[in-house]
């Protein structure tokens, strides 16, 4: 997968979490994009990473009520 290709991939992932309001479905989208990554032997890229670790953010101060 080249560059350009992840900028397209994380910028649809951004597109879906503007568009949804439930964290847990945007986590899901952005782990099952690195589960791809994975399967396909791929090394995940950094910004896939800090997405990750933006949602799951997200998701813990919802369930905190936040």
């Known amino acids: 997968m080249n ?3 992840v900028v397209q ?3 649809e992932l951004n597109g879906l979490i503007d568009e949804t ?7 899901a989208a952005v782990q099952d994009c690195i589960r791809k990554h994975r ?5 995940i890229p950094e910004d ?3 997405l990750e670790q ?3 953010t997200e998701c813990l101060a919802e369930s905190q009520g936040r």
Not at 21 to 27: M, N, V
Not at 39 to 43: K, L, N, R, S, V
């Open 3 to 5: 560059a350009n290709d």
């Open 48 to 50: 896939l990473h800090r």
């Open 21 to 27: 309001e439930d964290p847990r479905e945007c986590y």
């Open 39 to 43: 399967e396909a032997g791929e090394e």
């Open 9 to 11: 991939e994380v910028a």
């Open 54 to 56: 933006v949602m799951l």
